[in-house]
C-alpha cells in the first residue's frame, strides 16, 4: 500500500478516536456501541435497514450518473422534489392508483428537477454541479412554501402534509425477543428495500448486458471517443441525469409511500450528501451498491444512538461521514496518484 | 427616507458576509480549485469564534481563531485536491461534511451553557474589508506578480509549470487567502447573529458562489452581483407579504432569485463564458 | 568558431520503467551557434531537451551549462540559468494578456510596472522587427504571432541557450523563413539556439551543426556543410538507419468511385476557415496518401468527414447518395476511421481490450443483436481483431491501458480493418509502430482495397506514403492539390510548403 495513502487512512481514524477522547467521551465504548446500536441485535438491525433503504436507492441514482461522467450533487433537491410531489398526489387518492400516482409524480418531478442541468451541461457547457447546488436551494424554498402554504394539513401545527391514506405494506415482518425472551419490537423487511436491491441489480444488468448501457459508460470513460464511436454523448448525457434524477425522486416517493406517510418539512435528512458517498465506495460495479449503502447505514443508525446512549453531538455522524468519504475516495482514486508522468 | 435607510442598512449587513466568501471563492476558482466548501468553511470559522470570543473576551482572539480555523480546513483541502489528488466536488463535500459536523460538535459540546455573548467586534469595520476587499484584489490580479501567476495556475496549470510557476504553491496560498477570507465572514455571520446555531450560514456559502459565477470570476462584478443579492434578501425581509411594485413576488421565488440567476448565467444567457479554464485540473 | 560550450551533455540515459528513452547520449553545443538535433518521432529528441530544460531528470549521465556541472530539479532552476524552451505545441495561455504571457514566470518585481513593462517589450519587439498589441489576449495570436511571442518571452528572461523544439511544425514557409531570420540576429547576437526538428531541408539551409538521434542512441554529430550534394540523403540513411528504397508504383488499378467531395469547406477551432473548397474522390481498390504539414487542415477535413465538424458548405456524396448527417449513420453505412489521437478519440484506456474491440461497431453483429451484447460474440471478435497484427497483451480481460502505445496502434488499425469497411479514413496509422508493423499494415490495407474498398490515409512522413500509396493528395493552408501518379518527393515537398 501506498505510504501516502496509509497516513490518510490512519489521520482519519486517528481524528475520530481524538475527537471523542478530547471530548470527553470513552472513546472504545462509544465506538462499540455504535456497532451494537446499528447491528448489535434484529430490533436495531432493522432499524438500519429502514435508513439504508433511500441510501441505496438515492445511491443508484447517483451511480448512475456517475458513470455517465456526471456528478449529481442534486439528489437531495431531487429526492426532496419526488417526496413533496408523491406526498401532494397521494393524499388526494385513497386507494391503490393513489401510490401508482404518487410514486409516479416521485418520479417524474425528480427527472423534471434535473433537467435544467441536464440540459445545461449536455449543450451549454455549464457545469451540472453548480446547477444542481443551485436547484437544491429552490428546491428546499419551494418545498417548503408548499408544505407551509397550499399542501400544509390545516389540523397540525407543524408543517407537514397530511398523511397519506394508504402506505405500502411491509413485505415481511416478525417480532424480535428482547433478552428477557419477550418481544420487544419487529423486525420488517419493507418494500423500498426490495425496490433498492432490484434496481442495483437491474442496473448491473443493464450497464453490462445492454448497448445503451454501453454507450452510458462508454460516454463517462471518454466522451471524445465515444463521440468517434457514433454515441450520441449529448443525449446520452441528457438522459442519464434525467435518469438520475428520476430515481432520486422515486427514492423520495418510497420515503412517503413506505415509511413516512406523509411529507413535511426539511424532509430529506442529507441524503444528497449519503448517496454520493455510498456510490463513490460502491466504485464500479452496481451490486457493490448494496453493501455499500448497508456501511452507511449502519454508520447513520449506530451514530444516532450514541449521540442518545452517551450524548455525543450528533455532528459526530457527519464527522465520521466525511472522513469516510476521504477514506474511500482515497481507495478508489489511487491509481491516479503518483502515476509515472511519461 | 427611513424604510431607504433600514434598506441600506440591511443590505450591507447582508451583503458583507456574502461579498467575503465571494472573494474566497474568487482566488481558489481563479486558481484552479473548484470550491464548493465556501459554506463549510465559514460555519467552522463561525464556531471558532464563538467558542474562543466567549473564552478570552479578546475580539482579535476569537477572530484570529475563526481565520485559524477555516484556513486550517483549506489547507486540508489543498491536501486532498493537490497532493491527493481528489476530486475537487468530493474534496469539496468531505471539507463542508466535516465543517457541519464539527461545528455541531465542538458548539455541543465546548459552550458553556451560561453563556450569551461573545467579545466581537462592530459590524461597520467588516463593512469597510467587504468593500475594500474586492478592489483591492482586482489590482491585485490585474497589477501584481502573485496574481499573474494565479490566474495562469487557474487557466493553464501544465503551461504554466512549464513557465516555471508552480501550481501547488500558488494554490495553497490562494486555499490559505480562501480561508482567511472565509474566516473573516464566519466571524461577521456570528457577530451579527449575536449567537451561534447549528448551520447558521444557511446556504450563505452557496449564494456568494453563485454571485462569483454571475460576476463572471471578476472581483467588481462579484461584488455587485453580491450587493444585489443581499439587498433581494433584505427586500424580502422588509417587504414580507407586501406587493412589490404591485406585483405579490411569492417569498420562496424572492429568495430563490439568486440561484435562478446563476443557472440563467451557466446557460449562457449572461455573456460569454468566463469560466477559468484550469478549473479543476490538476 | 573557437567559443566555448554552451552546453555539454555525456552519457545521458533516460529509462521510463522498462523503456529506454535515451541511452548513454553526448550533446555538445558551442556558444553563438544554430544546433540541429534531428531524428524520427520517438528517437529522443524532445526528451533529452526535456531534461536539459529540468522537466525530467536524467537517470544516469551529467551536464554543463557554459563549463559549469549542473543539474536541475525543475525548469526554473534550468530558466535562472539562462536556458529557454519553446515546445512544440507553445506554452502560451489564451486567457491571458501578450503582455502579461510575456512576463510569466519572469516578472520584474512583485508590484508589476505596467507602463516600463510595455517599454521593454515594445524595445525587444523590436529589437525582432516584431509588432504586438500587448493589451490583447493572446488566444487571438495566429500560429506565428505565437512563436513570435514565444522567441520574445526568452528574450525577456535573457535566455542565452534556446531550445525550439519543431519551431516550424505550425508555421507557412515565408514565416519559417523568418524565423530564422530573427534566430540568426539572435545567434549574432551571442545566443546559442538548438532546434529540434525533423525536416531536412531547414537544417541544411539554416544550422551550423546537426545531431542525429536514432532510437535513443546517438548516431552521428557533425558540422553541415551546405556545399555537400548528398548530405540530405545522408542525413536521412542516418535518421532512418537504412537507404531509402522506394518501391515500384502499384499496379492497382482504381475501380468505382466510393467517395467524392466537392468544394467543401470546414472551419477550424478558432472559427477560421481551415479547409477550403476542397474537391477529391476515393475510388475502390486505391490507397490514396494525404501529404502536408502538419496544420494544414487534415485535421478539420478528417472531422467533417467523421460529422464531428459541421460541413460549411460543398457536398460530399458517398456510395452514390449524400453523406449521412449523424456519425452512427455514416459508421454503419460503412465508412471507418483510425482516428488520430490514441487516448482521446480511438481507446477508452481504463476498458478492457473486449469493451474496445466493440468501440464503433457496438450496435452491430458479432458485437451486439437487439441491443443486447453478444459476449461471446465480442469475444470471438476480440480475439481476432488482437491476433490480425500480433498486439502483445496479457488477456482480452486487460485494461487496454497496459498494452504499449505501439500495440494499442495495433489494436485500433485491426479494429478498423476488422469491421469490412467501404471508406477507410486513417490519420497517422503508423505512428508508434515500427517499420515492419507499418510494412504488415499497409500490406493487410491493401488486400482490403483490393477486395473492393478504399482508404485516405494522412500522414506526415511523406515517405511513408510515397512508399505505401497509390496516388498522393497535398494539403497546404486548407487548400487541396492532385499530384497525379507523381512520386517526385521535391515536387510534392513544394506543394506542401505552398512554394509550388
Known sequence: ?342 | MNEFITLLGGTLTLSAPLILAAMGGLVSERSGIINIALEGKMLIAAVAVWLIGAKTGNPYLGLAAGVGAASLFSLIHWLLTQKYAFDHIVSGMAVNALAFGGSNFLDKRYTDPSQVSFAKFDSWLYWIVAIGLPICLWLYLRRTRGGLRLMAVGNDPEKSRQMGVFPLRIRLVSLLATGVFCGVAGSLIVSNAGSFNDGMTSGKGFIALAALIVGGWRPIPALIACLLFGMLQQVQIQFQGEAIAGVMVPNWVWLSLPYFATIVALAGFLGRDRTPKGLGKP | MEAGFAVTMEGITKRFGPVVALDEVTLKVRKGTIHALVGENGAGKTTLMKILYGAYPATEGQYQIFEETAKFKNSAEAIQTGIGMVSQHYSIIGELTCLENLMLGAESSWLIPQSASIQLAEKLAAQMGFEFDWGALASGLSPAGAQKLEILKLLWRNSQIMILDEPTAMLTPQDSDALYASLKTLVKQGATVIVVTHRLPEVIEHCDQVTVLRGGKLVANEPVDPGETDLPARLAELIVGRAIAFPELSKREPGERLLTAEKICVRGSRGEISVRAASFSLCAGEIVGLAGVDGSGQRELFAALYGTQPIVSGLVDFLGEQLASTTKERLRNGLKWIPEDRHRQALIEDWTLDDNAALGMHCAPPFAENGHINRAGRRQAASEIASLFATKFGALSDPIASLSGGNQQRFVNARTLFSKPRVILAFQPARGLDIDATRAFYAELSKAVEEGATALVVSFDLDELIQYTDRILVMSLGELYETGQSRNRTEIGKLMVGAA
Open chain 1, 1 to 342: 500500500m501506498n505510504w501516502r495513502l496509509f497516513l490518510l487512512i490512519a489521520a482519519c481514524i486517528a481524528t475520530i478516536f481524538a475527537i471523542l477522547v478530547v471530548g470527553g467521551f470513552p472513546a472504545g465504548q462509544v465506538l462499540l456501541d455504535l456497532l451494537n446500536g446499528s447491528v448489535g441485535s434484529l430490533k436495531v438491525f432493522s432499524k438500519t435497514l429502514r435508513e439504508m433503504t433511500p441510501l441505496l436507492i438515492a445511491g443508484t441514482a447517483v451511480f448512475v450518473a456517475l458513470r455517465a461522467g456526471l456528478f449529481n450533487i442534486g439528489v437531495e433537491g431531487q429526492f426532496t422534489m419526488g417526496a413533496m410531489g408523491c406526498a401532494a398526489v397521494a393524499i388526494w387518492i385513497p386507494n391503490w392508483f393513489g401510490v401508482l400516482c404518487g410514486a409516479l409524480a416521485g418520479i417524474i418531478l425528480g427527472a423534471l428537477w434535473a433537467f435544467p442541468a441536464a440540459w445545461i451541461r449536455a449543450y451549454r457547457n455549464g457545469h451540472e454541479v453548480i446547477t444542481t447546488i443551485m436547484l437544491n436551494n429552490i428546491a428546499g424554498f419551494l418545498t417548503t412554501a408548499l408544505v407551509v402554504g397550499p399542501l400544509k394539513d390545516p389540523f397540525r401545527e407543524n408543517a407537514t402534509t397530511a398523511a397519506i391514506p394508504i402506505m405500502f405494506p411491509n413485505i415481511f415482518s416478525t417480532p424480535t425477543l428482547g433478552q428477557n425472551g419477550k418481544p420487544d419490537g419487529t423486525f420488517e423487511i419493507t418494500i423500498g428495500l426490495v425496490v433498492g436491491i432490484t434496481l442495483a441489480t437491474l442496473l448491473w444488468f443493464w450497464l453490462k448486458r445492454t448497448v445503451a448501457g454501453y454507450e452510458l459508460e462508454a460516454v463517462g470513460a471518454n466522451p471524445s471517443a465515444a463521440e468517434m464511436a457514433g454515441i450520441a454523448v449529448r443525449r446520452v448525457t441528457v438522459k442519464a441525469m434525467l435518469s438520475s434524477g428520476g430515481i432520486a425522486g422515486l427514492a423520495g416517493a418510497l420515503q412517503v409511500l413506505v415509511l413516512e406517510g406523509r411529507f413535511y418539512k426539511d424532509f430529506s435528512q442529507g441524503y444528497g450528501f449519503d448517496s454520493l458517498g455510498v456510490a463513490l465506495l460502491a466504485g464500479g460495479n452496481p451490486l457493490a451498491l448494496i453493501p455499500s449503502a448497508l456501511a452507511f447505514g449502519i454508520i447513520k443508525k449506530g451514530a444516532s444512538s450514541i449521540t442518545v446512549m452517551h450524548s455525543v453531538p450528533k455532528g459526530i455522524t457527519l464527522v465520521i461521514l466525511g472522513l469516510m468519504i476521504v477514506v474511500f475516495a482515497a481507495i478508489r482514486y489511487r491509481k491516479h496518484m503518483g502515476r509515472a508522468v511519461a
